[in-house]
């Protein structure tokens, strides 16, 4: 291999890493906006699960959904300065949490929205989480 294909080939490792954490990050702030969309139509009145667990955390539905969906913003920030961002050997398998629950947001409001025949609160953001967290997962295998 040549000199020129060796920094190349050095090069790769940076920009995959680097677009393994952009995509991790990106999909966190999607989270977030997605949360406010959640909550500016009140999806604990409206849909039956985001009912049970948010009575879980509190008798107030309202409060219970803001403590869920702000601890698992800031889960997400801490996963991206952390374990993400200094690439601890648990990185991947952070990522495959929010790989997970971002497939099942994106797959799942849409569905929802279709089986109540209009809007529901979530489905605008839905579809940003189901590419991102694709992208992420595509990013994560070839890491």
Same mark, same amino acid.
């Given at each position: 291999m040549t000199s020129g294909g060796t920094a190349s080939a050095l090069r790769l490792v940076p920009e995959r890493k680097f677009r393994f954490q952009l995509a991790f990050g990106l999909l966190v702030l999607a989270q977030a906006a997605h949360s406010i969309e959640?909550?500016?139509?009140?999806?604990?009145e409206s849909f039956p699960p985001?009912?049970?667990?948010?009575g879980l955390i509190s008798t107030?539905?309202?409060?219970?959904?803001? =403590? =869920?969906n702000s601890t698992? *913003?800031?889960?997400g920030i801490w996963c991206?300065?952390?374990?993400?961002?200094?690439?601890?050997?648990?990185a991947r398998s952070f990522a495959g949490f929010?790989? *997970?629950?971002?497939v099942i947001n994106g797959v799942g409001h849409p569905l929802w929205s279709l089986r109540q025949g209009g809007y529901t609160p979530g489905v605008a953001t839905a579809p940003l989480l189901l590419l991102l967290a694709v992208y992420l997962a595509a990013q994560t295998v070839r890491r």
């Open positions: 959640e909550y500016a139509g009140r999806l604990w985001a009912r049970f667990l948010t107030d539905l309202e409060q219970g959904f803001l =403590i =869920i698992l *913003v800031a889960f991206f300065f952390w374990p993400i961002r200094r690439d601890w050997s648990s929010w790989i *997970v629950i971002q």
